[in-house]
């Protein structure tokens, strides 16, 4: 109804949204837009009320897909008759488990040029000059730093005629700091601009990728229940029935529905308790979806060892080989001490070594001075060939190196890192393999177990208070709270 108006709003967007999707037919809804293919770039339109003059005008809805990122809904809306035009984006996937926190350091005028996608509840803030866009004050907007600096510029510049005439005070205080902003913009000096989204949605891009950005911190962290609450999520209470003993959960496979992470239709999750030898207790979920054959037990060649496959086939009733892609969640509690492990790849039979990759765990190749943050691809069950073969996957099918919005160098830049993991899967590159988990709760195969591997270093250390931060660890208390909450209530 921002766009269009409130008889045609919610109606008009789902009937167009239907459209798509019969348009779409067997390819995907949301998917990257490709110079070659005119008829996926078309979005759809429908008549919508102008709600500046009443009038008829044109909504138009692009489903795409955000480079490294997620699906989300381009929509705006024109009017012929009296020029009113608007323009916003929504994401098109759930609410995230966590809250993002995008803090990037302005050094140059090319970090301007950085696209965002900034949700409705979103806060993006300037704390150099204590400037801050709260949440739901703005609609969503598929933007660049500077955008979003342009667009608070107009804001405050929109009422000032008025103010200067009724309160030329504040009128000066405004002037001044719209000054600051304007200043900005030439990057004279360094500033930080932070975007901060307890939904979890909203991005800033990484023009390095798939490199680290230095000037980049991207934060993951638990929502407040205030935060829950603004997002009209209702906090789950705490279950305090008895739990079944650990031996019945070995010996039983759960079911559970939840949603196709590719169409978000209604799938069947199947979920068993799993010993990993030399290791510890792990979750293995496989998902099967019905309406478009999206599956995480797909067979494709066994990728253990005997011992092991024995170990876990049991999760999988339906398939006595272990799947390429499996959802992992520890089963055990965090570590005491993280754990960084290194493998010094240098035969091709390394490429079948087991490998549990958490979702707190990052994965460095320091020769192809490549770096996988926290949550990226998710917790994964697969081999050391499976994991590289999925980053490969995921810069091969980024949107910049197809047609013609992708510039030459970054093209090359993507190639050339996706030809080299082909030499490292071909065992034609040795390289070091660096999984680095605070939460210590990944592991890579030792092949001569329980002797020590030569190529294999496994390293326990201290979790810095950033790294306890980030896994929640910091506010969390096991000993001797009800004795201090007896004595704060006295």
């Known amino acids: 109804s921002a766009l269009g108006g409130a008889g045609s709003g919610l109606e008009g967007s789902m009937s167009a949204l239907g459209a798509l999707r019969e348009a779409a037919g067997p390819r995907p809804l949301f998917g990257p837009l490709e110079a070659g293919d005119e008829e996926q770039q078309q979005p759809a339109e429908i008549e919508s009320l102008c709600m500046a003059c009443l009038r008829r005008g044109v909504t138009r809805l692009l489903l795409t897909r955000v480079p490294f990122f997620r699906e989300v809904i381009v929509s705006s809306f024109a009017c ?136 980049l911190v991207v934060t993951h962290y638990k929502r407040s229940a205030q935060q829950s609450a603004m997002l009209g999520i209702q906090e789950e209470e705490s279950d305090e029935k008895l739990v079944e003993p650990e031996d019945d959960l070995r010996n039983e496979v759960l079911q559970f529905n939840t949603n196709c992470p590719e169409c978000n239709a209604p799938a069947k999750t199947n979920m068993k308790l799993v010993q990993i030898p030399h290791f510890k207790e792990v979750v293995i979920m496989a998902t099967n979806c019905e309406v478009c054959g999206h599956r995480t037990n797909e067979v494709r060649k066994r990728l253990v060892g005997p011992g092991l496959a024995r170990e876990v086939s049991s999760a999988l009733p339906f398939t006595v080989f272990l799947p390429t892609h499996l959802q992992v969640k520890s089963g055990g509690a965090i570590e005491p001490l993280g754990t960084k492990i290194t493998l010094r790849v240098t035969d091709p039979s390394d490429m079948t070594r087991d490998l549990l990759k958490s979702e707190t765990c990052r994965v460095e190749i320091p020769e192809l001075e490549f770096e996988m943050g926290m949550g990226a691809l998710g917790g994964k069950f697969t081999t050391l060939e499976g994991l590289l073969k999925d980053i490969q996957t995921l810069v091969e099918k980024n949107p910049f190196t197809l047609g013609d919005s992708c510039t030459p160098g970054r093209t090359e830049k993507l190639c050339a890192f996706s030809r080299k993991l082909q030499q490292i899967l071909d065992g034609q590159l040795q390289v070091h393999f660096v999984m680095d988990d605070p939460a210590g709760n990944s592991y890579l195969q030792n092949v001569y177990a329980p002797e020590e591997d030569p190529e294999l270093r496994v390293e326990h250390y201290e979790r810095s208070f950033e790294q306890n931060e980030e896994l929640g660890l910091n506010d969390m208390k096991t000993e001797n709270y009800e004795t201090e909450k007896a004595s704060s209530e006295q």
């Open 80 to 215: 012929d008759t009296c020029g009113w035009s608007n323009a916003e984006v929504q994401s098109a996937g759930r609410i995230q488990e966590r809250g993002v926190r995008y803090t990037l350091a302005v050094r140059a005028k090319q970090d301007l040029n950085r696209e965002v996608v900034k949700t409705d509840c979103a806060t993006a803030r300037i704390p150099e000059l204590e400037f801050e866009i709260p949440a739901f004050s703005q609609k969503g907007a598929l933007t660049t730093i500077e955008g979003i600096i342009d667009r608070a510029i107009a804001g405050l510049e929109q009422d000032q005629p008025v103010r200067k005439e009724t309160d030329p005070g504040v009128a000066g205080q405004i002037d001044e700091f719209l000054s600051k902003l304007k200043h900005l913009k030439e990057v004279e000096e360094a500033f930080t601009f932070v975007l901060d989204d307890p939904s979890g949605n909203s991005f800033v891009e990484n023009p390095h990728a798939p490199q680290r950005d230095e000037g």
